[in-house]
Every structure is written in structure tokens, then in C-alpha cells.
């Protein structure tokens, strides 16, 4: 696999995991921050903002995730892909964490 490859499946995982809280909270009718919000990503933005989001998060990690060759039987991209998941959930459940406790 190429260098690109690792670094397409590692940004799909990430922006795959995103997708999934902007589009239950936009489905759900909840407002949830968004690079869009004032303040961008801390400020809510409305569900259908979310929705919107959620989808170009998923045509994105779509594209990644092909482009990195992700498949059952390619073991290295599933291991890279999981560490992008990995990553950005850590991230964001610290960064919301800190969020709610103001």
C-alpha cells in the first residue's frame, strides 16, 4: 500500500466517526455544534445544519475510504482505519467533556 493510502484510511476513520453524532443529533431535531456555529464548534448549530454536515462528512470518508483501499482482507488499512476512529473519538469526548463542565 502507498503512503497516501495510510493516510486516506486513517482521515476516513476519522471523518467517518464524525459523521455518525452530527447526523443522530441532526436527525434526532437537536441542536449540535458545528465548525458553522458562532463559536465555530462550540456555538450550536441547528439539526438540519447537523444533517447537512453529517452528509459531507460521509461523501468525504466515502471517498477516503475507497481511496485507502479499505477491505476485509486488507488488514494494515483495517488497523490504520480503526486508528482514525480511535483517534478522533478520544478527541472529541475530551473536547466535549470540557465543553459541558463549563
Known amino acids: 500500500m502507498t503512503w497516501y493510502g495510510f493516510i486516506a ?3 476516513a476513520g476519522m471523518i467517518l466517526a464524525n459523521a455518525v453524532p452530527h447526523f443522530v443529533h441532526g436527525v434526532s431535531g437537536d441542536p ?3 465548525p458553522f ?5 462550540r456555538g450550536l448549530s441547528s439539526p438540519t ?3 447537512l454536515w453529517a452528509l459531507v462528512n460521509l461523501a468525504i470518508g466515502a471517498f477516503l475510504f475507497r481511496l485507502g483501499k479499505v477491505s476485509g482482507g486488507n488488514a494494515p488499512a483495517l488497523l490504520v482505519f480503526f486508528a482514525g476512529i480511535a483517534v478522533i473519538s478520544l478527541l472529541l ?3 466535549f467533556a470540557r465543553k459541558q463542565a463549563r
Open 49 to 51: 445544519v447537523n444533517v
Open 37 to 41: 456555529a458562532h463559536p465555530p464548534g
Open 32 to 34: 449540535f455544534p458545528t
Open 93 to 95: 469526548s475530551a473536547s
Open 9 to 11: 484510511c486513517f482521515f
